[in-house]
């Protein structure tokens, strides 16, 4: 019998988790070898490896307790790649030297899987004088534009997708560029932004203050709080960006404010960390504790919560001993505090197996008390791990203790670590958790409620065709199996159906035994108006928040707040739409007309011809498919290749000028060369040049580095459908939902952030 409640949750873990012969043959045959795999190399570096083994597995089994992804798919394999998540980089130096050796350091660490965290307040302003060479700083958003174009270089050699948290601080001069930056559709794409907002701008925007933006001591301007307030906010209700991080409190509260200071997040916002920083997390799954559910007496077995949190506070200890790190800074940053980030999945569940509706007062009362029984339990278990093996190197119990953190923590643990130490300098927090919760059965995902109770999902076979399937959650599932065909209780709600501020209420009652941040997307519909958008920050500031992240569907980033399209949605059509979205790909007729173009490369013998063939649609062209041909061979694989995957998008539909950007993008780390009197980064960038091109010559374009040409008649078209959805990078799906941070597609599990 499988292992596995859903068809989902074999399908990804085969296709994220399974370990695997570089031809695909499986190693791991079954998910049981897969938790071996894991048991045993966590407990390598334990005296007694055949106990922990056995304990690691019994933790595992069952799917109680969920090591973040880069654990599962890495511990045991003998490969190059880090256990950890995301970093927090090294602090960015005001020099162009120092500047470019982050970009290095970034790099590296993205190569081997890991998502990157920086504070950019640390760069001069745009217009600020440069006095080595008598001139004008760039600032710092042209510098993120550097990084952007290096993480999807990255992600085009074939790596994990980039992900990047950049953080400005609120009284930076170049705020207000750094706030409006996501206006631009195609513009620092690969980042997620921030505001570091601090106690007195917040004091300073509830009194109406003026307010500087300075740097260096510096002035270089004066406006109100509220003003710039409210740039934040028009700007992440248009475009759901930036974030605001509540710093301050982050600073005041950590354990270790007696040597760190904190200035930037790892990218889904649940770590807060100090240069070089490391985020390693795991997951407690509440859905599975839960005795008796949807019973006049269900509740969680305290006892087993407790037993398991032990555990995996060790296996999460174990796992800074047994990761690869990309620099040694990150070596050392982890192993001198040992922080770990031991948080939930599938609370939305459990709340609904014990009869509580997500968002009253009583769901997060009763959230409260889980996870003071989580905090405290992981407390204890470092204590006694200190004990065994050592506190932390920087622990000073004196400076630990007095924290803004352990002032609430209970009387018995402070005495205890007084006395022995501990040896996790931080333990909680809860991170985004879409893929692993879909792995353990589609549970709800970290904190948040459930998304939606049922959806139909595409599935590829091996024959080419596509199977529909319904994807239950957990919870959902489980009341059919117990209660057949009997209606869902009105606690029965979800994403759609609650209250931005009951959104906060469970963040907030989370946050209080927390000591690290939370991932979390407080979802507000379309049609909320401003002011009531702006009071939902507010109410994440003062009911002690660390930050909070809104999403409203919007015309930039899309339309993400939507069940799944059942078998009784149609197509459908809007007025004015410039954007065609295909269901299926669309066929080919037997004629199209085209254009070829010669492109030479100065180090390459032979020229290069690129073909672009157009489709009419009600007498407009859009490009259709590609074909690339050139007599060097040393070309022939990748242009083969990319003809495929460029025609396969161009016959998918929708605005495709996005292929033009990505491939602009790319540059050679070799070099580029000039052509025509222009600078070109690359072979890859010369091809997007043409394609843009001809895009330009055939309408589709209005201009070079400009959007779509506005077509009203481009909507009219049959076998297409329309969805303002953004469509899987990875299964071409219009699926992707914004969970907790990270868009995650509910199709084939690929989300933005691993």
């Known amino acids: 019998m499988s292992r596995f409640d859903a068809a989902i949750a074999e399908q990804i873990w085969d296709m994220k988790y399974r370990l695997k012969d570089a031809d695909g043959t499986a190693i791991d045959k079954t998910v049981e070898d897969t938790w071996a795999r894991i048991a045993k190399d966590l407990a390598s570096v334990e005296t007694d490896k055949e106990l922990w083994e056995k304990e690691f597995y019994s933790a595992l089994e069952d799917f109680k307790f969920l090591p973040a992804g880069r654990i599962t798919a890495g511990a045991g394999t003998n490969r190059k790649v880090t256990l950890f998540n995301c970093f927090v980089m090294g602090t960015i130096p005001d020099d162009m030297e120092g500047i470019f050796n982050m970009l290095k350091e970034a790099a590296l660490t993205m190569q081997q899987g890991g998502g990157i965290g920086y504070d950019f307040s640390t760069i001069r302003p745009n217009g600020a004088l440069v006095k080595g060479v008598a001139a004008d700083a760039s600032g710092p ?82 406006l109100k709080a509220r003003t710039l307030w409210n740039q934040i906010m028009q700007s992440t209700y248009d475009y759901a960006e930036p974030g605001v991080i509540f710093i301050d409190r982050i600073n005041k509260l950590n354990n270790l404010n007696y040597c760190e200071t904190i200035s930037a997040t790892n990218p889904c916002g649940e770590q807060p960390l100090p240069p ?128 803004g953190s352990m002032q609430t923590m209970d009387k018995g643990i402070c005495s205890d670590i007084k006395k022995y130490g501990i040896r996790n300098a931080l333990l909680t927090s809860i991170a985004p958790t879409g893929t692993i919760s879909l792995y353990a059965g589609n549970v709800s995902s970290g904190i948040e409620p459930v998304f939606a109770y049922s959806y139909t999902r595409k599935v590829l076979q091996k024959d080419g065709s596509k199977t529909e399937e319904e994807v239950v959650d957990y919870a959902v599932r489980m ?150 041909n050139s007599k060097n061979m040393e070309h022939f694989a990748w242009t083969v290749a990319l003809t495929r995957m460029i025609s396969a998008v161009f016959r998918r539909g929708g605005d495709v000028s996005f292929v033009v950007e990505e491939l602009k993008a790319v540059f050679d780390p070799r070099g580029g060369a000039w052509v025509n009197g222009k600078y070109i980064p690359s072979i890859l960038a010369a091809i997007g040049g043409v394609l843009e091109t001809h895009m330009v010559k055939i309408g589709f374009l209005e201009g070079e580095g400009l959007g779509l040409k506005e077509d009203p008649k481009s909507n009219q078209v049959i076998n297409f459908s329309e969805n303002k959805a953004k469509a899987c990078s990875s299964c071409g799906q219009f699926e992707m939902q914004m969970v907790e941070g990270c868009m995650t597609c509910r199709s084939c599990g690929y989300s933005k952030c691993g």
């Open 141 to 222: 958003l042209s510098f993120m534009d550097v990084w952007d174009s290096m993480c999807r270089t990255i992600m085009s050699a074939g790596s994990r997708r980039g992900a990047m948290m950049a953080t400005m601080r609120c009284d930076h001069p170049d705020i207000e560029q750094f706030i409006s930056a996501k206006s631009d559709p195609v513009r620092l794409r690969m980042f997620n932004l921030s505001v570091l907002v601090t106690d007195p701008f917040m004091e300073a925007v509830k009194n109406d203050d003026d307010w500087n933006l300075a740097f260096n001591g510096e002035v270089y301007k004066t």
């Open 276 to 403: 070089y920083g490391a985020c390693l997390l795991g997951s407690i799954n509440f859905a599975k504790l839960v005795k008796k559910p949807f019973e006049k007496g269900a509740k969680i077995n305290e006892a087993e919560l407790k037993s398991l949190v032990a555990t995996a506070v060790r296996m999460m200890d174990n796992v800074v001993d047994a990761s690869k790190f990309p620099l040694g800074e990150q070596a050392q940053e982890a192993k001198n505090k040992r922080r770990i980030g031991l948080g939930v999945t599938g609370l939305a569940d459990a709340l609904l197996m014990v009869g509580l509706r997500y968002g009253s007062d009583e769901a997060a009362v009763q959230t409260e008390r889980w996870l003071h029984i989580l905090a405290r339990s992981a407390y204890a278990a470092s204590v006694e791990l200190a004990k065994e093996k050592g506190a932390f190197p920087l622990f000073d119990a004196e400076a630990f203790l007095k924290s």
């Open 479 to 628: 009341w059919r199996g117990l209660k057949g065909d009997t209606p869902l209780p009105d606690y029965f709600v979800n994403a759609q159906t609650l209250s931005p501020l009951e959104h906060v209420k469970m963040q907030s009652a989370a946050q209080k035994w927390i000591d690290s941040s939370i991932s979390k997307t407080i979802n507000c519909p379309e049609d909320i108006d401003f002011e009531t958008f702006k009071s939902v920050y507010m109410e994440a500031y003062e009911t002690g928040c660390k930050g909070c992240t809104t999403y409203r569907p919007n015309d930039v980033t899309g339309s993400v707040l939507t069940v799944s399209r059942s078998e009784e949605e149609k197509l459908r059509q809007e007025d004015g739409a410039d954007v065609i979205y295909m269901s299926e790909p669309l066929d080919r007729p037997n004629e199209l007309e085209g254009s070829t173009y010669k492109l030479k490369w100065p180090d390459s013998e032979h020229a290069i011809y690129v073909t672009i063939n157009d489709a009419l649609v009600n007498g407009s062209r859009r490009p259709f498919e590609v074909f690339i």
